[in-house]
T-cell receptor
Framework: GEDVEQSLFLSVREGDSSVINCTYT??????LYWYKQEPGAGLQLLTY?????DMKQDQRLTVLLNKKDKHLSLRIADTQTGDSAIYFC?????????FGQGTELSVKP | NAGVTQTPKFQVLKTGQSMTLQCAQD?????MSWYRQDPGMGLRLIHY???????DQGEVPNGYNVSRSTTEDFPLRLLSAAPSQTSVYFC????????????FGPGTRLTVL
C-alpha cells in the first residue's frame, strides 16, 4: 500500500528557515496537503498544493513538489516559536488520508 | 458554526468496559472518519463513512464499531476496552471529492487500565 515517510524531529533557531520533507512510496493524489498539530490539539490544514504544480507560496510558507522523485517539502521562512508543532503530509487515497509519523518542529528562542 | 466536536475530552476505563466516543459536525460534510494517534505512529484510520448509512473499515478497525444514522453524527464504540486501545482519538469530517480538506476535532484522550 501507499506509505508516507518523514523525519521525526527538526530543531531550528527562531528567525531561521525550516524545511520539512516528505517522501511517498507511491501517489496519485490530486492534491497534497500539509497539516499542523499544535500540542494538545487536533490537526489543522496549513496549506496544500495541486499535483500539477511544482511550487506554491503562501506568505511565510513555500511548498515544493517533485513528482518524479515523489518528494514534497514545506519551507517556513522566519520561523517563530508559534510554529513549534508536529507537521504531517498525508496522502489522499480515495478520500482517505494516509498519514506518516509526522515531523516534530522545535523552535528555540 | 462549531465545526467538529468530540466528547468526552478525557476518559479512563477499566479493561473489559465498553464506551462510546461521540463526534458531531455542523458543516453538512458527507465524509467522516475516526483516527487514533499513538506516540511515534502518526494517525491511523479506524473507520470512515462517506454518508449516512454507509461505513467502512480503515487500517485498524478491530475492537471498534461505528454507525452513521445521520449526516451530523459518527459515534465510535469500544466493545470491550483493552490496554492496547489507550490512545488519543480524533474524529474528522470533510467533503467527498478530489479536494477533501478534512476538519479535525480536538481529540479524546483515552486510558484503559
Amino acid at each position: 500500500g501507499e506509505d508516507v515517510e518523514q523525519s521525526l524531529f527538526l530543531s531550528v533557531r527562531e528567525g531561521d528557515s525550516s524545511v520539512i520533507n516528505c517522501t511517498y512510496t507511491d501517489s496519485s493524489s490530486t492534491y497534497l496537503y500539509w497539516y499542523k498539530q499544535e500540542p494538545g490539539a487536533g490537526l489543522q490544514l496549513l496549506t496544500y498544493i495541486f499535483s500539477n504544480m511544482d511550487m506554491k507560496q503562501d506568505q511565510r510558507l513555500t511548498v515544493l513538489l517533485n513528482k518524479k522523485d515523489k518528494h514534497l517539502s514545506l519551507r517556513i521562512a522566519d520561523t517563530q516559536t508559534g510554529d513549534s508543532a508536529i507537521y504531517f503530509c498525508p496522502l489522499n487515497q480515495g478520500g482517505k488520508l494516509i498519514f506518516g509519523q509526522g515531523t516534530e518542529l522545535s523552535v528555540k528562542p | 458554526n462549531a465545526g467538529v466536536t468530540q466528547t468526552p475530552k478525557f476518559q479512563v476505563l477499566k479493561t473489559g468496559q465498553s464506551m462510546t466516543l461521540q463526534c458531531a459536525q455542523d458543516m453538512n460534510h458527507e465524509y467522516m472518519s475516526w483516527y487514533r494517534q499513538d506516540p511515534g505512529m502518526g494517525l491511523r484510520l479506524i473507520h470512515y463513512s462517506v454518508g449516512a448509512g454507509i461505513t467502512d473499515q480503515g487500517e485498524v478497525p478491530n475492537g471498534y464499531n461505528v454507525s452513521r444514522s445521520t449526516t451530523e453524527d459518527f459515534p465510535l464504540r469500544l466493545l470491550s476496552a483493552a490496554p492496547s486501545q489507550t490512545s488519543v482519538y480524533f474524529c474528522a469530517s470533510g467533503l467527498v471529492g478530489s479536494y477533501n480538506e478534512q476538519f479535525f476535532g480536538p481529540g479524546t484522550r483515552l486510558t484503559v487500565l
